[in-house]
């Protein structure tokens, strides 16, 4: 305990805060952080590996870590869960066949004990397609409600695309994530 | 003489430190051993108390709720386990340490197995809201009927992007021009050929055979997963290929095209013609070649040489331009 509350100390000066990105492939986490960032997002490869931008927010920094989601690199995103503080996992609102797929990944990865401690965002992306899902209703396929009484959850629809939305609710996750960490380390 | 029983004392001291040291020995080992067994022994009731638990189960299958709560009290229990074997890993023998993981893994499994096998899954789809068309002519009305949770569930239909679906043997075309079109689908086709002319945001290709695929410019991204012996025409910003095998794909993509767990699949650029799809192009910023239909990221294959799985199509094998505008006539193009 020694050592953890230590660097917790450090952690509360430095008011860092460590933000992880995960989803299925193609849901939009590259664009959307790109688009926090307010970089052109219109030539992005698919993520072989990850990113990580640092923002400034308001007094925070924002490590924000986006994971690629392609099946194969699904098993090393293990490899970024110590010391996060905030997850966000990415859907894609208009692929309505991988749903199944993505509620199967999210439980997987909430059953992860190092991650136990995070806030977990949900963004319900490519809402400006039309016949995609409102949050409402991917918070019903995903089940959210029957999540554990101790995680901090949230679910916002965004649109990385049209960005009009998008700003939105990346203004959102901030304040909400700062909240969170406001609270657990004041 | 001082100096006589400052010795004396230090020596009756030390006698007394060493007489101590063998029993300080002596019990450190014994007491480890102790714990050992005794959380062995500890570990082993938790065990049967759970099984016992599971076998319980099966005579609560005909009381949901109860059984739900059930499940979920053996669960814990099973948590408690395997942080009694965490909490002792440290002096416990590896090999306890792994059959006690072990154990308590295979509990999990057993416990998974029951709740499939006596809680029906919910699964996730959309209600047909109820019609409310209450008859008329019925007097008294009708007492509320209590919710059953388990039922609708499971025989709610999936709300279905627009798209084509489970056909053998056609040509489908979809026009979209001008007109604002979202997510489109395209799948479970056999030996068909898909035309789609005009722009879409998003488009979903899944389990095709021998099909021909030719699109329009797609604004969003292109998810393909399981083709087999087709032939893809699309220009789209993103493009992910998943499970295709022996297919070929004409493409125009802003960024690299991804393939996973395909082989034998090979590229070329895009060949796509109807009247104003240059138009259409421009409109999706898809009016310049890119070069990127060669860039291809093989997630399979995370190494410096050529993937095995992907390979260029030889400009002697390529169809020339498509034309879709007219029907007969693209037929004989490929």
Not at chain 2, 77 to 85: A, C, N, T
Not at chain 2, 125 to 147: G, R
Not at chain 2, 272 to 278: A, F, N
Not at chain 2, 326 to 331: F, I, P, Q, R, S
């Amino acid at each position: 305990m020694g050592l953890l509350s230590i660097i917790r100390k450090i952690k509360r000066k430095e008011k860092e805060m460590r933000i992880l990105m995960v989803g299925l492939d193609n849901s939009g986490k590259t664009t959307i952080v790109l688009k926090i960032n307010g970089e052109d997002t219109s030539v992005i490869s698919p993520t072989l590996g990850f990113n990580i931008k640092t923002i400034a927010y308001q007094k925070y920094t924002l490590n924000i870590w986006d994971v690629g989601g392609q099946k194969t690199i699904r098993s090393y995103w293990r490899n970024y869960f110590e010391q996060t503080d905030g997850l966000v996992w990415v859907v894609d609102s208009s692929d309505l066949r991988r749903l199944d797929d993505c509620k199967l990944e999210l439980d997987n990865l909430l059953k992860e004990e190092r991650l136990s401690g995070a806030s977990l965002l949900i963004l319900a992306n490519k809402q400006d397609i039309k016949g995609a899902l409102t949050p409402e209703e991917i918070a019903k396929v995903l089940n959210l409600e029957a999540m554990d009484k101790s995680r901090h959850w949230q679910i916002v629809g965004c649109s990385a695309y049209t960005g009009g939305d998008g700003l939105v609710s990346v203004k959102l996750i901030l304040d909400f994530e700062a909240a969170r960490y406001w609270i657990t380390w004041r | 003489m001082e100096d006589e029983t400052e010795k004396q004392k230090k020596h009756l001291a030390m006698v007394e430190r060493l007489s101590k040291r063998p029993q300080s020995r002596s019990t450190k080992p014994e007491s480890s051993t102790e714990s050992t067994s005794s959380v062995l022994s500890h570990f082993s009731q938790l065990k049967t108390s759970i099984e016992f638990q599971l076998q319980q189960s099966q005579s609560l299958s005909s009381d949901p709720p109860n059984l739900k709560l059930h499940c979920q009290n053996i669960s814990e229990s099973i948590s408690d386990l395997e942080k009694l074997v965490a909490q002792n890993s440290y002096l416990l023998p590896s090999y306890d340490v792994r059959t006690s993981l072990k154990i308590v893994s295979d509990l999990r499994q057993s416990l998974q197995n029951l709740t499939n096998q006596l809680i029906p899954k919910t699964r996730f789809s959309f209600k047909n809201k109820p019609t409310k068309k209450v008859p008329k002519d019925t007097a008294i009305p009708q007492p509320k009927q209590p919710p059953q949770p388990s039922i609708p569930d499971t025989r709610l239909a999936t709300r279905e992007s627009p798209g084509f679906r489970n056909k053998v043997g056609e040509v489908l075309v979809a026009e979209f021009r001008g007109s604002e079109v979202g997510e489109f689908a395209v799948s479970d086709l056999d030996s068909c050929e898909v035309r789609i002319i005009g722009s879409v945001r998003a488009l979903f290709v899944h389990r095709l055979k021998n099909c021909r695929v030719y699109v329009g410019p797609v604004t969003g991204s292109v998810l393909i997963e399981e083709a087999e012996g087709c032939v893809f025409v699309m220009a789209s910003h993103q493009i992910r290929i998943h499970s295709a095998r022996k297919s070929d794909f004409y493409l125009r993509v802003r960024s690299k095209p991804i393939i996973e767990d395909s082989n034998g699949v090979r590229f070329a650029p895009y060949c796509l013609s109807y009247p104003g799809i240059e138009e259409d192009l421009r409109g999706a910023g898809l009016d310049t070649e890119t070069g990127n239909w060669e860039n291809v990221d093989d997630f399979r294959w995370l190494r410096a040489v050529q993937s095995p799985n992907w390979s260029v199509l030889p400009e002697s094998e390529r169809v020339g331009i498509v034309d879709v505008s007219n029907l007969k006539n693209a037929d004989e193009e490929i």
